[in-house]
C-alpha cells in the first residue's frame, strides 16, 4: 500500500492562501496519498486543507493590533502543538506570516518536523536576528525575490530561489471592453484604481483619504474604481464607503488584475498588491498607514529607507512611497498629477517597470516548490 504523506500548513494573509493554493493545486497533482492539515483559506480549503481556525481571525496588522490579540494566539500556538504531536506531519510548510510562523518553526523542529519556509522572512529589512531562527529551525527556506538567497548564503541558510509567485498567478478573464460593460464603467474614459488593502484596520486608516482624493480626480474626468477584498466582511466595507464617499464611484469585487491593468493609474496599500500592479506595468502610488504607536515600533527596526517592493527590488525610488500623515488627499493628488500630466513621464515609468517583470519570470514557482517538496519528503524527483 502506498504510503499516505501529512502536511502541515500554515498561511496567515490571503496573499499566503492564494501562494500556497497554488503549491498545493501542483502537489495534488503530483503526489496521490497527501492529506493537508493547517490553517489558511478558502483557496488553500477548497484544496483538501482540513483548517483548524477560521482564517478571518488572522488578518491582524501592525504591533498594537496583534498585542489586543494575544491570548488568541496563545491558544493557536497551543493548538498547534497538540496538533503537531498527535499528528507528527511528514512536512511543516510556513507560508510569510513570520510573527507566528517562526514560533511554530522552532515548535515543529523541536517535535522532530522538518520545516520548509515559503517566502522568506524580510530580514534584511527589519528584525535582522530572524535570520538565525530560519538557521536554527528550518530545514529550508523557499525564496521569492531575486536577491534573497545571496543574503541567506551568507548566514549559512539552505535556501532556494522558486521564483515570485504573481509571475504565474496573473492572468485576466476579461477584456478592456468586457470589464467596463460587467462594472458599468465609460470605456471611452481613463479610469484610476484605489485599492486600500484586505485588513479591515488597513482599510479603516487609508479608505478615507482615498476617498477624498477620489473625488478630486472623478473632478478631473477620470473615472473612479475601489477595490474590495474578499476578506473584507461587505457589511463593513459599505458602511465604510458610504461614510465617506464624495463621488460615483464603481466598486470592484474580484477581477483585480483585469483592474490594475486597465487603469490609467493605481492608488494601493504597500505590499504584494503593488509588486502586482508594477508587473501587470502599471504605475502606482504606495501607501502605508499604521496605528501611531505601530508605526513609532517599526521606525525603531525598519533597516531599508524604501517600503514599496517594487521600489526596493529595482532599488530605486521609482515609485511614489506615501507614510503616515502623507496619506492624504493633497499629497495623493500631487502624486497622482505628476505622473498623469507628463505623458513621456508616464510612458517612461511603464517601460522602467518592465525591468521588474523581466526579474520575476523565468520560473514557475509552484512547479519549483513541487520539486522542494518531494525531495524533503523523500519521493523521487
Known sequence: MDKTYKVFWLAGESSGDLHASLVMRELNRSVQNIRHIGI?????????????FPFDRFAIMGFVEVVKHLFFFIGVERTIKRTLAKERPDLAILVDYPGLNLRIARIADDLRVPVLYFISPQF????????????????????????????LDIYNVTSTYVGHPIAEEIEY??????????????????????????????VERLLPGFLETAAELHQQGYQIMLSKARSISPHVFSDLVDRYKKCEIKIVDGYRYEMMKYAKLLVACSGTVTLEAAFIGTPVIICYKASPLSYLIARHFVRIKRIGLPNIILEEDLLPELVQDDVNSSRIVSAARRILDDHAYYTELRARLLKLRGMLEGKRCSVEMVKLIRRMLSIDV
Not at 175 to 200: N, T
Open 124 to 151: 534584511w529589512a527589519w528584525k535582522r536576528k530572524r535570520v538565525y531562527k530560519l538557521k536554527e529551525n528550518v530545514r529550508h527556506v523557499a525564496c521569492i525575490l531575486p536577491f534573497e538567497k545571496e543574503l
Open 40 to 52: 489558511g483559506g478558502t483557496l488553500m480549503q477548497r484544496e483538501g486543507l482540513k483548517a483548524l
Open 173 to 202: 478573464e476579461l477584456d478592456r471592453l468586457s470589464f467596463a460593460k460587467f462594472f458599468g464603467l465609460d470605456p471611452d474614459k481613463e479610469w484610476i484604481g484605489f485599492m486600500p488593502g484586505s485588513r479591515e484596520a488597513e
